[in-house]
């Protein structure tokens, strides 16, 4: 899949090279609480921030589980070592899941998935890394690359005060995790409730 950032379109990869060099805006996200062994995806909300969907929420975006946007055998090319793990509401989210897998060079990697159907994108805390403005899909996103270590997310925008966030994150380069959360995005977007449904 490809993302288009502000001026053009450009591959996850590309996207992370153009990042350096300054089409984007200084910024870095709020990690979620770790604890020890294999890494976790970060989570960037606002401190603070409900799990229980309010008034305006996406009902249908709040039914939805993290863990049932992708398949086994969809996630064949991530290397994932076991079935997603559910880990609930939580930050902020109605549902999250996370992914271990490992890496072209076998490093341990994390793949999470956050449904936020009251947290729209003016709700990403952002406190380290680099932001760009783009598309997955059809769909307003924004990219935070470099965030916490070797992570990069995807929050991707479904409607003013919702939105998913995906994640890619462990022992791996920036670029690496970006090109992952890319594949990542490829899988889940189109799953995803369109506006208005």
């Not at 950032?5 to 979620?32: F, M, T």
């Not at 690359?145 to 380069?173: H, K, Q, Y």
Request: with cysteine; charged share 20%.
């Amino acid at each position: 899949m490809k993302t288009r950032i502000r001026g053009g379109l450009c591959s996850v990869a590309v996207l992370s090279a153009a990042l350096a060099a300054g089409c984007s805006e200084a910024g870095s996200a709020q990690p979620a609480p770790q604890s020890g062994g294999a890494p976790q995806p970060s989570a960037s909300s606002m401190p603070g921030s409900s799990t229980v969907p309010g008034p305006g929420d996406n009902t249908e975006l709040a039914a939805l589980k993290a863990c049932d946007l992708g398949s086994e055998q969809e996630f064949a090319e991530f290397r994932v070592t076991r079935p997603g793990e559910d880990k609930g509401a939580r930050f902020g989210a109605t549902s999250s899941c996370v992914w271990i897998g490992r890496s072209v060079g076998e490093r341990a990697t994390a793949l999470g998935i956050s449904i936020r159907p009251s947290q729209g994108l003016a709700e990403v805390n952002v406190t380290a890394g680099q932001v760009s403005d783009g598309k997955v899909g059809e769909r307003t996103a924004k990219q935070l690359a470099g965030g916490t270590g070797g992570s990069c997310e995807l929050f991707v925008e479904m409607g003013p005060t919702a939105r998913v966030d995906l994640s890619a994150s462990g022992a791996i380069e920036v670029p690496e995790a970006c090109d992952l959360v890319g594949k990542l995005a490829e899988i889940v977007e189109p799953k995803l409730p369109k506006e208005g449904e």
